[in-house]
């Protein structure tokens, strides 16, 4: 075949995209699934292109769907799709990109009509609000979100983002307001069942929300109790939570910062960015490079040189 009749077919293909039956819908939600699976088995670099990839064929079948409820099915899987794009230029350091595709997530999960998913997707939003140090907005969108999720969310859902609004509460220093925050979250967690939740709503439990209150406590300066609390979660974490285990190895290594505690500073220090290394998280790396900064003070001592050697290496 010439490559101008090649061309000829694929403008046409183009022009008038292809009608989509309940089949293609649902192979299309088994490759969103897929990519659910892969991100904890694949680094954000590794995976990034598959998820824009996927995104953008199916953007293509969206404008070409017929039928409403297949449409608004596309719709909620492009949703997600941005979402998770979104995450993962995130967790690659890509502002720009991030952003981007959180504005085409909002978008597709107002076509899906399914409040949950724009909620579980301004979840994930805040929490980048808050790693890029922004509390104010990272609380606007995690209250906005539990506002949204409300009646719609399941109560595995309902915790995750009590517990987000809690933890920007806490970096906020309003202490009471996240302690209510963290008592709902809890109370929530013990009615969830995730045979009831959604194939996008990640395994949020008793472990994951130990980490988001052992953050609050160290906050909120209960170091006792934040020690406490994220050696429990860590404990409790799957080894498959790479980019998790990471941040809980980190938050430990903060409280050990606030107790003077070097040598157990730079070892938790390590341990996390050997796994953010693991994951390829570009932000778990570089936020260890930022708790190193706040170590300049012993820097003659063997565990601040071994632990420099370890981010140069």
């Not at 449409?71 to 995130?90: C, D, I, M, N």
């Not at 996240?178 to 959604?198: H, K, N, S, T, Y």
């Not at 170091?223 to 990471?246: G, H, N, P």
């Not at 809980?248 to 341990?271: M, N, P, S």
Request: with cysteine; glycine share 8%; net charge neutral.
């Amino acid at each position: 075949m010439s490559a101008v009749r090649t061309l000829d077919r694929y403008s046409l293909a183009v022009g008038h995209p292809t009608r989509v039956d309940r089949a293609t819908v649902q192979h299309l939600e088994t490759v969103t699934a897929t990519h659910r699976e892969l991100y904890h088995h694949l680094s954000s670099f590794e995976l990034v292109d598959a998820v824009t990839g996927h995104l953008r064929g199916v953007a293509r079948l969206l404008r070409g769907a017929q039928h409403r409820v297949l449409r608004r099915r596309l719709a909620a899987v492009a949703g997600e799709t941005a979402g998770h794009a979104a995450w993962l230029f995130h967790d690659l350091g890509d502002q720009k990109m991030t952003d981007r595709y959180y504005a085409d997530a909002a978008i597709a999960t107002r076509k899906a009509g399914d409040p949950a998913l724009d909620a579980y997707v301004s979840g994930f939003k805040s929490l980048v609000r808050a790693s890029d140090g922004e509390p104010t907005a990272a609380l606007a969108l995690a209250q906005a979100a539990r506002q949204a999720g409300a009646r719609s969310a399941t109560a595995t859902t309902r915790a995750w983002l009590a517990g987000l609004e809690a933890q920007a509460l806490a970096t906020l220093h309003e202490r009471r307001a996240c302690f209510v925050a963290l008592r709902q979250a809890e109370a929530a967690i013990g009615q969830a069942r995730a045979e009831e939740d959604p194939p996008w709503m990640y395994g949020f439990d008793d472990a994951r929300l130990a980490a988001l209150a052992g953050t609050c406590y160290r906050q909120l300066g209960k170091i006792t109790a934040a020690e406490r609390t994220l050696q429990e979660a860590l404990a409790a974490l799957d080894v498959s939570c790479t980019r998790r285990r990471s941040e809980v190895l980190l938050e430990l290594a903060l409280v050990q910062l606030e107790k003077e505690d070097i040598d157990e500073a730079c070892r938790f220090a390590g341990q996390s960015y050997e796994v953010a290394m693991a994951a390829g998280s570009v932000v778990g790396q570089r936020r260890v490079g930022e708790l190193r900064s706040g170590l300049d003070q012993w820097i003659d001592t063997e565990a601040v040189r071994n632990l420099d050697e370890q981010l140069a290496g």
